[in-house]
T-cell receptor, first 115, second 115 residues
Framework: DAKTTQPTSMDCAEGRAANLPCNHS???????VYWYRQIHSQGPQYIIH???NNETNEMASLIITEDRKSSTLILPHATLRDTAVYYC????????????????FGKGTLLTVNP | DSGVTQTPKHLITATGQRVTLRCSPR?????VYWYQQSLDQGLQFLIQ???????AKGNILERFSAQQFPDLHSELNLSSLELGDSALYFC??????????????FGPGTRLTVL
């Protein structure tokens, strides 16, 4: 799996957009970018994923650069409940078999949304 | 609420003891995954069951075992406990056999403390 680099922590004001960056310069052509978050000691929660096109769902938007070496997760209107650790994971898609379904992550970005 | 339930929420025990963690998957999900999350190791995949059968093993110690019952609930048994086994243990479930990272739904976890 490609290695990812995220800032240790970020702050955001409530109601503003939170932009969380992730570098994955060694990403392969068949690897997707996934984002998860974990609110303090709760179970990890899937947010969004994408291959090369920008993606949007009810939770967030994912912007992937054209060279796919970095991406940004955008929470358009951050709330206090969005305070969590956000994890960027690069992995081949579920159709590819292998061990891609075994979720693992280490450090992520602690996003603190301030009132 | 993901629909995955785990009991107990907290467990405090002594070294050398044995404990059993329980997981009930979402209604209709046949796959159950067990994960361990510790401060120094991050989230690690332990083992997966699909419709009662073991499908994949990750970094699971020989002192640990699991099973999935006919009603699809699963139990993770940890024996000869050591201080280093203190961690959060998560269960996830998915409909498909090899649920991709976007297809797994996590429970609230069991916090195990070994004294």
């Amino acid at each position: 799996d490609a290695k990812t680099t995220q800032p240790t922590s970020m702050d955001c004001a409530e109601g503003r957009a939170a932009n969380l960056p992730c570098n994955h310069s060694t990403i392969s052509g068949n690897e997707y970018v996934y984002w998860y978050r974990q609110i303090h000691s709760q179970g990890p929660q899937y947010i969004i994923h994408g291959l090369k096109n920008n993606e949007t769902n009810e939770m967030a938007s994912l912007i992937i650069t054209e060279d796919r070496k970095s991406s940004t997760l955008i929470l358009p209107h951050a709330t206090l409940r969005d305070t969590a650790v956000y994890y960027c994971i690069v992995r081949v898609g579920s159709y590819s078999g292998g061990s891609n379904y075994k979720l693992t992550f280490g450090k992520g970005t602690l996003l603190t949304v301030n009132p | 609420d993901s629909g995955v339930t785990q009991t107990p929420k907290h467990l405090i025990t002594a070294t050398g003891q044995r404990v059993t963690l329980r997981c009930s998957p979402r209604s209709g999900d046949l796959s159950v995954y067990w994960y361990q999350q510790s401060l120094d190791q991050g989230l690690q995949f332990l083992i997966q069951y699909y419709n009662g059968e073991e499908r994949a093993k990750g970094n699971i110690l020989e002192r640990f075992s699991a099973q999935q019952f006919p009603d699809l609930h699963s139990e993770l048994n940890l024996s000869s406990l050591e201080l280093g086994d203190s961690a959060l243990y998560f269960c996830a479930s998915s409909v498909v056999e090899r649920g991709g990272l976007n297809e797994q739904f996590f429970g609230p976890g069991t916090r195990l403390t070994v004294l």
